[in-house]
């Protein structure tokens, strides 16, 4: 098990964008991007696989959430674009062994976060 030190928040206005990063520890795993707002369980929001050739995406992202992964920068990126302000939460980044059993069977302890601000 390891820390995934997630990063790239910040406040933004609606319609905006940013781009999370998480670095990749080396495993042959997926890595997906999670979020939960206050008052909220977490909840999935994309993955990728070991190849980057495998994509999932929550239905309230799609179209606007892309995730990759550069493995010569070891690090998988989250570019979330038309930010809106059901977005606003935090974002954890986690490892498992396939993007279809992210959402349910992640594998290390959760991080802190980032702290993604979506304002009207």
């Known amino acids: 098990q390891v820390h995934l030190a997630e990063s790239g928040g910040g406040l933004v206005q609606v319609g905006e964008s940013l781009r999370l990063s998480c670095p990749l520890s080396?495993?042959?795993?997926?890595v997906g991007w999670f979020r939960q707002a206050p008052g909220k369980e977490r909840q999935f929001v994309a993955a990728?696989?070991?190849?980057?050739?495998?994509?999932r995406y929550a239905d309230s992202v799609k179209g606007r959430f892309t995730i990759s992964r550069d493995d010569a920068k070891n690090t998988v990126y989250l570019q979330m674009n038309s930010l809106k302000p059901e977005d606003t939460a935090v974002y954890y980044c986690?490892?498992?062994?396939?993007?279809?059993?992210?959402?349910?069977?992640?594998?290390?302890?959760w991080g802190q976060g980032t702290q993604v601000t979506v304002s009207s």
């Open positions: 080396g495993r042959p795993y997926a």
């Open positions: 990728v696989s070991w190849s980057g050739g495998t994509t």
């Open positions: 986690n490892a498992a062994k396939s993007v279809i059993t992210i959402a349910t069977q992640p594998l290390d302890p």
